[in-house]
């Protein structure tokens, strides 16, 4: 069973920077896929940004240019960088691990961008 633990979450205020973690339990951590999704209170959970186990990343248009996904290996975590924020990035914020047709959730952290 794969465990996965975000981090990193906070309060800043807008314009403002933050850098999540998600740490995975997993012995083949680089085989997978993390993604980074975000839930906004009254919203669906939506898609931010994905690291494939090969580095490739892709991010959704919202957020391009401002975040960046990145992963070590060697410590079986995957970050999200966060910069430029704004009141409707607040929410929280999930990784999921995908390999083949297993995929794993972590709880989540919040993130709350002041105006």
């Known amino acids: 069973q794969v465990q996965l633990v975000e981090s990193g979450g906070g309060l800043v205020q807008t314009g403002g920077s933050l850098r999540l973690s998600c740490a995975a339990s997993?012995?083949?951590?680089?085989?997978?896929?993390m993604t980074w999704y975000r839930q906004a209170p009254g919203k669906e959970r939506e898609l931010v940004g994905t690291?494939?186990?090969?580095?490739?990343?892709t991010y959704a248009d919202s957020v391009k240019g401002r975040f960046t996904i990145s992963r070590d290996n060697t410590k079986n975590t995957v970050y999200l960088q966060m910069d430029s924020l704004k009141p409707d990035d607040t929410a929280i914020y999930y990784c999921?691990?995908?390999?083949?047709?297993?995929?794993?959730w972590g709880r989540g952290t919040q993130v709350t961008v002041s105006s």
């Open positions: 999921k691990a995908t390999f083949l047709t297993a995929a794993y």
């Open positions: 997993v012995a083949s951590f680089s085989a997978y896929a």
């Open positions: 690291i494939t186990r090969g580095g490739t990343t």
